[in-house]
């Protein structure tokens, strides 16, 4: 049972990174499938999440409509679709597999990718 992220690197300033996690082991479309990010000094902070349920999307206050978080159940993965990043997005972004969005805690986390963003 396992969640592998990819798709981080370094960007530049309003640039745009689509991060992919991919899961085995498990069927990631019966749960909720969340983003969240660290970064050195900082707090962690709630990305994205979409529920297995209805597909509902919900997004930190710092997103603002520039990430969009979705689901893939061909191959079922979930991808993070990240436009004009800020130097502030600079962080380890990992996915979890949850029960739901806005409660409990993960069932599955991923080992996470670096984003660096930088002017």
């Known amino acids: 049972v396992q969640l592998v992220e990819s798709g981080g690197g370094p960007v530049q300033v309003g640039g745009s990174l689509r991060l992919s996690c991919v899961a085995s082991g498990f069927n990631f479309r019966d749960y909720a499938a969340s983003w969240f990010r660290q970064a050195p000094g900082k707090e962690r902070e709630r990305v994205a999440c979409?529920?297995?349920?209805?597909?509902?999307?919900s997004y930190g206050e710092f997103v603002k409509g520039r990430f969009s978080v979705v689901r893939n159940y061909g191959d079922d993965s979930v991808y993070l679709q990240m436009n004009s990043l800020k130097p502030e997005d600079t962080g380890r972004y990992h996915c979890t597999a949850r029960a739901w969005c806005d409660k409990g805690s993960y069932y599955v986390r991923g080992q996470g990718t670096q984003v660096t963003v930088s002017s």
């Open positions: 979409i529920s297995q349920i209805d597909n509902t999307t």
